[in-house]
């Protein structure tokens, strides 16, 4: 059994930052590929980042130079730094985990296991 608890969400303006957080437990975590994925209304959810179990990050490109994914395996919990924000990053964000070492798509089909979701909230 897999759990994923997501918080951090909120409001902020234009240009702010935020920093997610998602709590990971139920399984040896070091053995999974992460990732952090948005849905705003009407739009399909769409990878944002994703890290390994080695490491290796992968960025969607509206967002690389501007957010960062992290882990620290000994708390067990994956971080995602967003900086310089925009309305267009208004959406729920979700902490989603998959079997296996390494992360070959950031397509959101690939992964099994998800969190319930913080709200981003960009005001312009």
Do not use: H
């Not at 960025?59 to 310089?84: C, E, H, P, W």
């Amino acid at each position: 059994q897999v759990q994923l608890v997501e918080s951090g969400g909120g409001e902020v303006q234009a240009g702010g930052a935020l920093r997610l957080s998602c709590a990971a437990s139920g399984y040896t975590y070091s053995l999974y590929c992460m990732g952090w994925f948005r849905q705003a209304p009407g739009n399909e959810r769409e990878g944002v980042a994703t890290i390994d179990s080695g490491g290796s990050t992968r960025y969607a490109d509206s967002v690389k130079g501007r957010f960062t994914i992290s882990k620290d395996s000994a708390k067990n919990t994956l971080y995602l730094q967003m900086n310089s924000l925009k309305a267009e990053d208004t959406a729920m964000y979700y902490c989603a985990a998959r079997e296996g070492e390494y992360c070959y798509s950031i397509d959101p089909i690939d992964f099994g296991y998800w969190g319930q979701g913080t709200q981003v909230t960009v005001s312009s």
